[in-house]
C-alpha cells in the first residue's frame, strides 16, 4: 500500500444512514482518492463514483442538503457548439443514502429550443479497503470488477458491491479498475430525461457479520424527541435549526443490537465511528434524557450483554467492566492494534450505572431495571476490584503496553493529558472527572440498591464519603487565577497542574459541596476556558494551549454540554448560559450541523469560528449536546441566577490549603 495526503472532512459533503455514509466533494463527484467513498458496515464499498457527459463542460453550480442522507448536485453542462455565454442543459444528481445502499438519478433538463442527445457516462471503482485503512491515509488496491446484467459487481473477502443502472447501459466498458457505463439520453424541450444508479453493499463473512451493527429503521426505531422535556421548538431560528438538524442527524444514526434487534442505541460518529462505543454511546442517551427513554434503555441493554466477564490482557477485558468499542475486525491504526472487542475505558462502566439511575428516575418500568440490577452489582464490584488497580482509593488507568490507548478517558489521545508548562504526564493516572463519575456511580447504585431492596448501598455510600475526602484532600491545587481541581493525578501521585475542561464533569455529580462547585464555576467563566464558542478542552494559559488541536485547546461540543448540564445543576446560570450560545453560535459555521470538535478560537478577540479539518460530522454525542443546551437555554432565561464575574466572598474557606506542585 502506498500514502498520500488525505483530504479533510470538513470539506466534504456527508450523507448518512447508520451504518452507511457518503463522502463526496461539493460538486458530486466521488473522487478515487483521498476519503471520498460510499461506506458501509466499516468498509468503502465505493471509491469512485465519477459523472460526465462527452464532448461537454460540466460547471458546477451548487449542492443542497434534503436531509442527513440526501442532497442534490447541481451543474451547467456546456455542450460542444452551445452558443452564447450561458449553456441550455442543467444536469441534477439526486443522492440518497439508505442502510445497506446507494441511490443516484441523474436527471438531464434542455432549457434549449431545440433537441439535444446527450451521451452520460458514469465512472465506478472501488477498493474494498476497511475504515482504518482509508482513515490512516494509506492507500488500498483497487479490486478488478466482474460484468453482470445491466452493471457490475466486486467482491472480497468482507464485502460485495453490485452496481446497477436503469435504463441498461448502451455500453459498458473496463479501463484499469475502472467501470464506464454509458447511456445515451435524447433531451426534449424542457422534458427532464436521465439514469439511475444503484449500489448495493452485501456481507460476505458470516463471522463478521456477527459484530455488525444493524440499521434499526426497520424495525419500529424509537423517535427521537426534539426537546428533552417534550417542550415546543424554539422560536429563535438559530436554536431552531441547530435543534432541527441534530434531530434528524440522531435518527439516521441509530443503530440496532444484533443479539436483540428491539434494542437501539447511536452510532458515535461518521463515517469512522458508525458502531457501538461505549462512552459515546452512554453520554449521548443521558443527554436526551428524560425524553428518549426507550434509547436509553437500548443503550443499557446491549452494552449489558458484552459486559466482561472475564480477565483478557489483549483486549483489556475484566469483570464486570463495560466496553470501549466494538469493531468487524482487528483495528490497526498507526501504532494501535484494537481487538474486535475492547475494554479501554476507565469510565464507562461508571457511566453505565449513572445512565441506569437516571433511565430509573425517568419513569421506565420498575421491571426493565430490575432486569439490569445482576448487570449493575458486577459493574459496582469492577469499580474498587479493577478500577481502583493500586489500592490508592482513586480510580486509575495505566497506559496499554499492548497496541490499546494510551490515555482511556475521553481525551484518549496520547498527549491529551498535560502539565501546565506543556510537558505530557506519565501513566497510571487517575482523572479528576473519573473521580466525579465514581462518586456519582457509588452513590446512585446504592439507591437503586436501596429502592430495590437489594443489600450494600451503606458499603458504597461509605465508600464514596471517603473517595469525597481523599480528594478534597488531594486535587485541588492553585494558580494566579485561584484554586481549582487538577485535571488529575500522575503516577507519583502528583496533582498535575494546568486548568481542563475536565473539572466541568465535577459538577452535578455530588463530589463537590456548594462552594466547591462555585469555584470550578468561577474558573470555567473565565476567557481562557469560555472562548465564546464553547468550553475549551485546556485553558488558553497552558504551555500545550493550540486551538486547532484535538484535545489541547479545541471545543468539543459535547464536553460543553456536560458542562452546561452541570453548572445548571449547581445553579450557575449565568456561565452556563454563555457556555450554550457560544455553541449556538459556532454552529452556523457548520450550517447546524455540530462537527465532534471546531478550534478553540476566541470571540472576545474577534477570532473566527474554524474548522478542525477531519473533525466527524455529524457526531452523536455532539448532536445530543445541541439538543440538551437547547432544551436548557429555552428553559432558562440568561438573567437566571448565577454567578457573575467579580468576588466571592468567603469561597476560598470551602476547600482545604491546596496543594502545590
Known amino acids: 500500500m502506498s500514502h498520500f495526503r488525505q483530504s479533510s472532512l470538513h470539506e466534504l459533503v456527508t450523507l448518512l444512514w447508520a451504518p452507511s455514509v457518503c463522502l463526496s466533494s461539493g460538486d458530486g463527484q466521488i473522487r478515487a482518492q483521498g476519503l471520498d467513498g460510499f461506506y458501509t458496515n466499516d468498509y468503502r464499498v465505493l471509491s469512485g463514483l465519477e459523472v460526465e457527459v462527452a464532448d461537454a463542460v460540466v460547471e458546477p453550480v451548487g449542492c443542497r442538503l434534503q436531509g442527513p442522507a440526501s442532497a442534490v448536485f447541481t451543474s451547467r453542462v456546456r455542450l460542444d457548439g452551445d452558443e452564447g ?3 441550455s442543459v442543467v444536469m441534477h444528481r439526486y443522492r440518497s443514502v439508505g442502510q445497506d445502499g446507494l441511490e443516484e438519478r441523474l436527471e438531464l433538463v434542455n432549457y434549449g429550443a431545440a433537441p439535444v442527445r446527450a451521451t452520460v457516462r458514469a465512472r465506478a ?3 474494498l479497503a476497511p475504515v482504518h485503512v482509508v482513515r490512516g491515509g494509506r492507500q488500498a488496491p483497487h479490486v478488478d470488477p466482474r460484468p453482470v446484467a445491466g452493471g457490475a459487481c466486486w467482491a472480497g473477502a468482507v464485502q460485495e458491491v453490485l452496481l446497477t443502472a436503469e435504463p441498461v447501459p448502451a455500453r459498458m466498458t473496463s479501463e484499469d479498475a475502472d467501470v ?7 433531451l426534449a424541450p424542457e422534458q427532464p430525461a436521465g439514469v439511475t444508479l444503484r449500489a448495493i453493499a452485501r456481507n460476505n463473512d458470516p463471522e463478521t457479520a456477527q459484530r455488525t451493527f444493524l440499521s434499526v429503521a426497520p424495525r419500529n426505531p424509537p423517535v427521537l424527541p426534539h426537546r428533552t422535556t417534550g417542550a415546543e421548538e424554539p422560536r429563535d431560528p438559530q436554536r431552531r435549526k441547530l435543534l432541527q438538524a441534530s434531530v434528524r442527524d440522531l435518527q439516521r444514526m441509530l443503530l440496532a443490537d444484533p443479539l436483540e434487534p428491539a434494542d437501539s442505541f447511536l452510532a458515535a460518529g461518521s463515517p469512522w465511528y458508525f458502531t457501538l462505543f461505549g462512552r459515546d454511546a452512554l453520554w449521548s442517551a443521558s443527554l436526551l434524557l428524560p425524553g428518549a427513554r426507550r434509547l436509553a434503555l437500548g443503550t443499557l441493554r446491549t452494552l449489558q450483554r458484552r459486559q466482561g466477564e472475564r480477565h483478557d490482557a489483549v483486549a483489556e477485558e475484566e469483570p464486570g467492566k463495560i466496553l470501549h468499542e466494538v469493531r468487524r475486525e482487528t483495528l490497526r491504526l498507526n501504532d494501535m492494534v484494537i481487538p474486535p472487542l475492547y475494554f479501554g475505558t ?4 461508571m457511566l453505565w450505572v449513572r445512565l441506569l439511575h437516571s433511565t430509573w428516575q425517568a419513569g421506565v418500568d420498575e421491571a426493565e431495571i430490575e432486569a439490569l440490577l445482576p448487570s449493575l452489582l458486577a459493574a459496582l464490584e469492577w469499580i474498587t476490584a479493577h478500577g481502583d488497580s493500586d489500592a490508592d482509593g482513586f480510580i486509575e488507568y495505566r497506559s496499554s503496553t499492548r497496541g490499546g490507548l494510551a490515555n482511556q478517558g475521553w481525551k484518549d489521545t496520547p498527549d491529551a493529558v498535560r502539565w501546565a508548562d506543556g510537558r505530557r504526564v506519565a501513566s497510571p493516572l487517575a482523572l479528576c472527572e473519573v473521580q466525579g463519575y465514581a462518586y456519582a456511580a457509588a452513590t446512585q447504585g446504592a439507591a437503586l440498591l436501596d429502592a430495590f431492596g437489594l443489600p450494600g448501598a451503606d458499603r458504597w455510600r461509605d465508600w464514596a464519603a471517603r473517595l469525597q475526602q481523599r480528594f478534597r484532600a488531594t486535587f485541588w491545587i492553585d494558580d494566579a487565577t485561584g484554586v481549582y481541581p487538577a485535571i488529575a493525578l500522575d503516577a507519583d501521585k502528583r496533582p498535575v497542574d494546568g486548568a481542563a475542561s475536565n473539572m ?13 462547585a462555585d469555584l470550578v464555576a468561577r474558573r470555567l467563566s473565565r476567557p481562557d476556558l469560555d472562548c465564546g464558542y464553547g468550553l475549551r478542552t485546556l485553558s488558553s494559559t497552558s504551555r500545550a494551549f493550540n486551538p486547532h488541536s484535538y484535545h489541547c485547546g479545541s471545543v468539543w461540543p459535547h464536553d460543553t454540554a456536560i458542562a452546561v448540564l452541570g453548572l445548571a445543576a449547581e445553579g450557575h446560570h449565568a ?10 453560535t459556532a454552529a452556523e459555521e457548520f450550517a447546524f450541523r455540530l462537527p465532534e470538535l471546531y478550534a478553540g478560537t476566541s470571540a472576545h478577540d474577534g477570532e473566527p469560528v474554524l474548522a478542525y479539518p477531519n473533525a466527524c460530522r455529524p457526531q452523536a ?15 432558562h432565561d440568561s438573567t437566571s441566577a448565577g454567578i457573575e464575574s467579580g468576588d466571592h466572598p468567603g469561597l476560598l474557606t470551602a476547600v482545604p490549603e491546596p496543594r502545590h506542585t
Open 575 to 584: 456561565v452556563a448560559h454563555s457556555l450554550a450560545e457560544g455553541v449556538v
Open 621 to 635: 454525542w455532539a448532536s445530543a449536546g445541541a439538543v440538551a443546551m437547547i432544551d436548557y437555554l429555552e428553559s
Open 180 to 186: 464506464v457505463l454509458s447511456f445515451t439520453v435524447d
Open 504 to 516: 466541568a464533569h465535577l459538577l452535578g455529580t455530588g463530589l463537590l459541596n456548594s462552594r466547591e
Open 85 to 87: 455565454a450561458d449553456p
Open 125 to 127: 471503482r472501488t477498493d
Open 346 to 349: 476507565i469510565d464507562a462502566t
